[in-house]
């Protein structure tokens, strides 16, 4: 039996690995222990689809629930079912969140706009919230009964969380 196959079956997880993010001079989360890759010969990288779709949602919240983000949410290329990684600020739910606003850049906008465009708001995953990710959340919290001020605060993550 080959390698390959002996990890498949017991399921291979990928823990500390001192090196940069594949394609980059950036070190890894991996590299300070902060991300971890479950069932990683099941769940390659780069292929969306591996996690069952009704299961989606449910893992996405839980991982927020813990403030951790899933590489199931990632755009493009870098999908990565397998990958979980402390999100900065640690701690769990919306309070690990940072606070939103027309301006703010990265990672949690680009999780932010993928959250919206599961309610419908068509959004370019880019990571840069503009004009059209700040009428999407004003919309989102019109629907939600939020105040409506386009800030994604401790309330409106709890609702695109919840």
């Given amino acids: 039996m080959g ?6 079956e017991a399921g291979e997880c990928h823990g500390w690995a ?6 980059t001079n950036v070190l890894s989360n991996h590299a300070s222990g902060t991300a971890i890759d479950l069932n990683a010969p099941t769940h390659p990288q ?4 591996t996690v069952p779709g009704h299961l989606r ?9 813990l403030g951790l983000r899933w590489g199931g949410n990632f755009t493009g ?18 309070s690990a969140r940072p606070t939103l606003r027309r301006g703010s850049t ?9 959250l919206l465009n599961r ?6 995953v880019d990571g840069l919230f503009g004009p059209r990710t700040d009428a999407a959340v004003r919309q989102f919290q019109r629907r939600h009964g ?8 401790r309330m409106t993550w709890a609702k695109l969380l919840g």
């Avoid at 001192?18 to 394609?23: D, K, L, N, T, Y």
């Avoid at 990265?106 to 993928?114: D, F, I, K, N, Y």
């Fill in 146 to 153: 939020l105040a409506v001020d386009g800030i994604v605060g």
């Fill in 106 to 114: 990265g990672p949690v906008v680009r999780e932010l706009q993928t």
């Fill in 3 to 8: 390698r390959e196959r002996r990890a498949a």
């Fill in 46 to 49: 780069g292929k969306f689809g």
């Fill in 119 to 124: 309610g419908g708001a068509g959004l370019v």
């Fill in 57 to 65: 949602d449910d893992i996405t919240a839980k991982a927020a629930s």
């Fill in 77 to 94: 290329s870098r999908v990565d079912e397998m990958h979980f990684e402390v999100l900065p600020g640690g701690g769990g739910g919306s």
């Fill in 18 to 23: 001192f090196r940069p993010i594949a394609g």
